[in-house]
């Protein structure tokens, strides 16, 4: 008897073991059966709420899908839903993969990220930055302190003009016209280099062309259009067939419609209008905007960046590449740093936002120390959790940018922010 009342006890002691165990590892999980019904209810209210017309989400924990939703339209005229293949334009997340291929010819030893650009590219031999006009409207410059350097172009330091509403300096840029879609990369660069800087490069973070010019750097470097060159190194090897600049005719019925936030609420711009990038082969492959993409071709990306750089099989970068792009490129002394602090305490690295510390306010983005991330215009987000093996995709399409769909979003994912206590 006292044998079989220890036997029953040791069972005992082990099934609270595995009990304790379970019950830790679900406390570890981040996408828990709570979290589902969370974003679950999140994003359904962004369609209920008129916010969005259609919603959809793609989350993987530790290599395995742990949630997928989609919600409301991705064609609210035609009635088509939201739904898992719906393909959208993806804006600026088509930086990070192009910061990707750059990081291929860096682990060449084709360049090194302190180098000049003009090294590499005549186009920037000789930028002035702009400081006004004179008394009869000539342009006045100054010469550089020091030269654009490519770490500038990965960080957005450079100092290239954002857009054609900076007094004096946005007549040129808009007479230059850069970024005209008929211009290939390299007549974009000449233009480019022929246009005053806005700032001395290194001084401030400002949003720009920086990337358009990575795209264009790594046409110089590799002797390939960038085009070939990123699908050669980046997209193909990840089985990213549905990551692409144009959207073939056979899969126009599942590109979703764009839309906007007026004061009368949401309205649906036209497929033509909003899909015109995207419908024929321009001579512009931007580097900064330009691809369409699925959650799962999305997600191959991401998947990649969690896993140091190897998906499956398949290597595109080392991980110490990977971890040279997500650290923290931005020196804190650099202050002007336009709307960036809006994503939260974060840095910039290699075309990612890097996040530094842990959220000062319940009202700031979620998200976790290491993470690191970056969005499109027309709402699109993804990151990388490392701490948590987490990688998240969520896509809308609506103008202008809504910061409070990433938090909301954000929040479902985690949970409400909690603060850190101050000392």
């Known amino acids: 008897m006292k044998a079989l009342t220890y036997f029953s006890f040791l069972l005992c002691a082990a099934a609270i073991m595995v009990s ?38 793609l989350i993987y924990e530790d290599g395995k899908e742990v949630y997928f939703g989609a919600f409301g339209f991705a064609d609210k005229e035609a009635r088509r839903p939201m739904d898992r293949n719906t393909i959208v334009k993806v804006y ?11 990081m291929t010819l860096y682990e060449q030893g084709k360049f090194d990220l302190d180098d000049p650009l003009a090294k590499y590219a005549p186009e920037f031999a000789d930028m002035t930055v702009y400081v006004g006009r004179g008394e009869n409207g000539e342009y006045l410059g100054e010469p550089l302190e020091r030269p654009i350097t490519i770490r500038d172009l990965t960080r957005h330091t450079a100092g290239f003009g954002t857009n054609t509403n900076i007094p004096g300096l946005g007549d040129l840029i808009a007479d230059a016209d850069a970024s005209n879609w008929n211009n290939t990369l390299t007549e974009m660069a000449e233009k480019m280099g022929q246009t005053p800087l806005w700032f001395q490069p290194g001084t401030q973070w400002q949003y720009g062309p920086s990337v358009d010019v990575q795209a264009f750097l790594v046409e110089r470097i590799s002797g390939q259009t960038y085009h070939e060159y990123v699908r050669e190194h980046v997209l193909d090897p990840l089985r990213m067939e549905e990551t692409r600049y144009v959207v073939p005719q056979k899969d126009i019925d599942r590109f979703s419609a764009s839309y906007t936030q007026t004061e009368s609420g949401l309205t649906q711009l036209p497929n033509e209008e909003a899909h015109a990038f995207n419908l024929k082969k321009w001579p512009l492959t931007p580097g900064g905007f330009g691809l369409t993409s699925t959650l799962d071709d999305y997600m191959k990306f991401a998947q990649m960046l969690v896993n ?23 020196d804190e002394n650099i202050e002007e740093r336009s709307w960036l602090p809006s ?32 969005d499109g215009a027309a709402t699109t987000l993804f990151w990388v959790d490392p701490v948590n093996k987490l990688t998240a995709v969520f896509f809308v399409q609506v103008f202008p940018f809504d910061g409070t769909l990433h938090k909301g979003f954000r929040d479902a994912v985690y949970g409400p922010v909690k603060v850190a206590s101050k000392k």
Do not use: Y
């Not at 600026?92 to 192009?98: A, C, E, F, G, V």
């Not at 939260?344 to 510390?357: C, H, K, P, S």
């Not at 842990?358 to 700031?364: N, V």
């Open 308 to 330: 140091n750089g190897t998906l499956k099989e398949t290597t595109i970068l080392e991980p110490e590449t990977v971890k040279l792009m997500a650290t923290n490129h931005l």
């Open 343 to 374: 994503k939260g305490q974060v840095g910039f690295g290699i075309d990612f936002a890097v996040r530094l510390r842990e959220p000062q306010s319940a009202e700031e983005n979620n998200g976790v120390v290491g993470e690191f991330f970056w």
């Open 20 to 57: 304790c165990s379970s019950s830790e590892q679900e406390t570890a999980q981040v996408i828990d059966v709570t979290a589902k019904a969370r974003i679950d209810s999140t994003l359904t209210a962004f369609v209920a709420n008129g916010k969005v017309a259609g919603a959809s989400a």
């Open 92 to 102: 600026s997340m088509t930086k990070p993969i192009t910061g990707t291929a750059l």
